[in-house]
């Protein structure tokens, strides 16, 4: 069973398109029924683009992790409502 914290685990890849074809179908399965996931990979998502799109700066990774566990904390107080 694909759960949300196998999602999470594999966000970096879902958010480089670095997904094999078998794990993008479970991804998208999962996704398709989650609200939570859904808004967290689409938050995510955003918030790097608006980021990297400002000035053509790579996002370390020490600073992506920390970005997707702050969305995450957002996203799960907002789904709590
Ligand atoms: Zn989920």
New binding site residues.
Partial sequence: MF??ED?RAELSHILDEDVAPEMREKIRH??S??R???V?VDSTRKTITILTDTGSFELPDSLSDRLTAMIMEKVQEETKK
Wanted: with cysteine; glycine share 0%; aromatic share 0%.
């Fill in positions: 759960s949300c999602l999962h996704l029924e989650c939570l996931c859904t967290l």
